[in-house]
Nanobody, 128 residues
Framework: QLQLVESGGGSVQAGGSLRLSCTAS????????MGWFRQAPGKEREGVAT???????SYADSVKGRFTISTDNAKNTRYLQMNSLKPEDTAMYYC??????????????????????WGQGTQGTVSS
């Protein structure tokens, strides 16, 4: 059974950092396209960053230079390191995966409709 489990959300002040984790069970990340998404209250879910099956990474313009995806293959876990956080980064964050072989940038553009597997989400709150 394929499963994604997120953790690491919390509350920080503006300028602070959070590291989100997404652990996969039932498959290995290297075979899948994976993405981080977020959804703020009253807004649509949006793509934050994607990593494709070749390891290429793409970031949304709003987080470029502040957020970083990394991987721990031994733990089958991917991380989203979020630095220099802003109040507008407050959202529920989700990780997602799919068997798609699209390059990361195309996967980011394709958005939520591409991804067939989703975690339960973890809340990140940034106060001013």
């Amino acid at each position: 059974q394929l499963q994604l489990v997120e953790s690491g959300g919390g509350s920080v002040q503006a300028g602070g950092s959070l590291r989100l984790s997404c652990t996969a069970s039932g498959y290995t990340y290297s075979s899948y396209c994976m993405g981080w998404f977020r959804q703020a209250p009253g807004k649509e879910r949006e793509g934050v960053a994607t990593i494709d099956s070749d390891g290429r990474i793409s970031y949304a313009d709003s987080v470029k230079g502040r957020f970083t995806i990394s991987t721990d293959n031994a733990k089958n876990t991917r991380y989203l390191q979020m630095n220099s956080l802003k109040p507008e980064d407050t959202a529920m964050y989700y990780c997602a995966a799919d068997v798609s072989t699209l390059p990361s940038q195309e996967a980011l553009v394709a958005g939520t409709g591409l991804f067939g597997m989703w975690g339960q989400g973890t809340q990140g709150t940034v106060s001013s």
